[in-house]
């Protein structure tokens, strides 16, 4: 299994819909998990922390399924500004980040 | 807010050549990374470093090494420039690993 695996996508989703993405991570030890935003030709930033129980930040919900080896990010009432590529990120032994390839979403009027 | 800011947006350079891409940041950071960015294989880390003077190689250091001489300031160097050296260039800075901030990039073209 490669180390952060994601579905490329693209999502096209409408305005107000509900949308998720998973991400599978290979390394068990792995503690903490991370979800990046990068737009259109601009550089990544940080959207979201993801550990044991979870998180959310308004219309934005990361969660972690340990057994599974498995993070997902949920949005709720998608609005166009969330039109983006999502990269999952996970810490690995030898690399302080591992970002998998990301996941397109296209909100659509 | 957190600037990082990187010497070029574009840049075209010949097989051969040495290029130089320089990351400066404002926040202090200890941390510094240089990453590649390629349609369908994401972004790789190259080279990274915790502090003044240290680095440690990343996933592709192969063709590259870095300069790190002042805390705000990070390069990248391509000792022979070659085709497959053409990419989109980021760096980061971060006092968390995990958060990292990305300069606008560099894209480098090699012809």
């Known amino acids: 299994r490669k180390e952060v695996e994601q579905d490329p996508g693209p999502f096209n989703v409408p305005e107000g819909a509900t949308v998720a993405f998973n991400c599978t991570y290979s390394?068990?030890?792995?503690?903490?998990f991370f979800w990046y935003r990068q737009d259109c030709r601009k550089e990544p930033k940080l959207l979201m922390s993801v550990y044991s129980s979870g998180n959310e930040d308004g219309r934005f919900t990361a969660q972690l399924n340990r057994a599974s080896q498995y993070i997902s990010l949920l949005i709720r009432d998608s609005k166009l500004s969330d039109s983006a590529t999502y990269l999952c990120v996970v810490p690995s032994g030898n690399t302080p980040l591992v970002f998998g390839k990301g996941t397109r979403l296209s909100v659509i009027a | 807010d957190v600037k990082v800011t990187q010497s070029s947006r574009y840049l075209v350079k010949r097989t051969g050549e040495k290029v130089f891409l320089e990351c400066v940041q404002d926040m202090d950071h200890e941390n510094m990374f240089w990453y590649r960015q390629d349609p369908g294989l994401g972004l790789r880390l190259i080279y990274f470093s915790y502090d003044v003077k240290m680095k440690e190689k990343g996933d592709i250091p192969e063709g590259y090494s870095v300069s790190r001489e002042k805390k705000e300031r990070f390069s990248l160097i391509l000792e022979s420039a070659s085709t497959n050296q053409t990419s989109m260039y980021l760096c980061?800075?971060?006092?968390?690993?995990?958060?990292?901030?990305f300069g606008p990039g560099t894209r480098l073209t090699v012809t």
């Open positions: 390394n068990s030890a792995s503690q903490s």
């Open positions: 980061a800075s971060s006092y968390r690993v995990y958060e990292q901030y």
